[in-house]
């Protein structure tokens, strides 16, 4: 079978990581070739150079590179812009598509989305608040793929050395575009503030870059307990260290990034929003709070740093919670639903 990937995003987040992870979760499979058609500055490119049986194409926006992938069996849309290519490509091909939709905001109803979801062979959410959403359309059933995590495994001694410069500090850490209007870095900054005096020696450390990196800097200047370390490649070296792990997002289609945090045995408080209650479960998993609620937000993780054997008992059921989610059972998954699109 020969599979054609499609993510015209910029830059590199959630939903281009996991179009890598299946990408590469696949390519151990030997009855399958891809193609990933991405922009030209699509940080894909390098990730996927040395990956076997991927090759790619450039296309810069929705109407470019169809003319340059030759015969595929099945399309597959990450992303919104690949939406359209993708319904574009069955029009001129007739070759059957199938949609992941990540974002947790309804898919806008102009004609040129219902033609789009309507003639795609499958429908995939991320998340069950994803999935009613795209089925409260009618534009078709929607199945649910959850995304994977990336099967970390932390340098120790780099952790160590993370640790050691925070010797005898409490870290509470977040990973993640610094963007506050998806990922409430206020809010934790708000937090941060509160527990400045009721926790002492409790560090809170920021890692990612994004478009409000230096507002959200020059606002926590006076803040002796708050660090900017910057985006990090190797971003669960890092995790591995934190001592809780914090996500106030203010809306959130999954949350992968938490996947990530309790596969690496690292408690966790996050927003009750979107799809992340998919992952994770009050009091079994991590701790939930509302989004935009920093006393609540600060109030769960005082109750953390005060509580070693909750912080251990949500660290074993957020890790057992990990395991079902790895990259080999969601390209199990997908691979089933190309199979079944190309019967379509």
């Known amino acids: 079978m020969k599979i054609l990937h499609v993510n015209l995003a910029k830059g590199f987040r959630g939903g281009e990581r996991q179009t890598l992870l299946l990408i590469e979760a696949l390519a151990a499979r030997d009855d399958l070739e891809q193609i990933l058609v991405c922009r030209r500055d699509s940080p894909l490119r390098d990730r996927l150079a040395d990956a076997s049986g991927v090759s790619v194409v450039t296309a810069e926006h929705q109407l470019a590179g169809h003319g340059a992938v030759g015969r595929v069996d099945v399309v597959h849309a990450h992303e919104a812009k690949a939406v359209h290519w993708a319904w574009l490509h069955w029009c001129l091909r007739r070759v059957p598509y199938v949609i992941t939709r990540r974002v947790d905001t309804p898919v806008g109803d102009r004609p040129l989305n219902r033609w789009s979801y309507r003639h795609a062979a499958a429908r995939v959410a991320i998340s069950r608040v994803i999935q009613e959403q795209l089925s409260a359309r009618g534009w078709g059933p929607v199945e ?153 937000l600060a109030e769960a993780l005082e109750r953390l740093h005060e509580d070693t054997a909750l912080r251990r008992d949500l660290a074993a059921g957020g890790r057992r919670q990990a395991e079902a989610f790895s990259p080999r059972q969601m390209a199990a998954a997908y691979r089933a639903c190309y199979a079944g699109a190309v019967r379509s």
Request: proline share 5%.
């Open 144 to 296: 649910r793929i959850p995304s994977a995590h990336s099967n970390p495994v932390p340098e120790p001694a780099r952790t160590r050395a993370f640790r050691e410069a925070f010797a005898g500090r409490f870290l509470v850490g977040h990973a993640g575009a610094l963007v506050d209007r998806h990922k409430g870095q206020r809010v934790l900054l708000d937090a941060a503030r509160r527990l400045e005096t009721r926790c002492p020696d409790m560090a809170f450390v920021f890692l990612g870059a994004g478009e409000d990196d230096a507002a959200l800097q020059a606002e926590s200047r006076d803040q002796k307990n708050v660090f900017w370390l910057g985006f990090k490649d190797n971003v669960v070296d890092y995790i591995a260290g934190f001592d809780v792990f914090a996500f106030p997002s203010r809306y959130e289609g999954l949350g992968s990034v938490l996947l990530d945090v309790m596969a690496c045995d690292v408690p966790v408080v996050a927003s009750r929003t979107g799809g992340i209650p998919d992952l994770v479960t009050h009091e079994q998993t991590g701790l939930l709070v509302e989004a935009g609620d920093a006393e609540a």
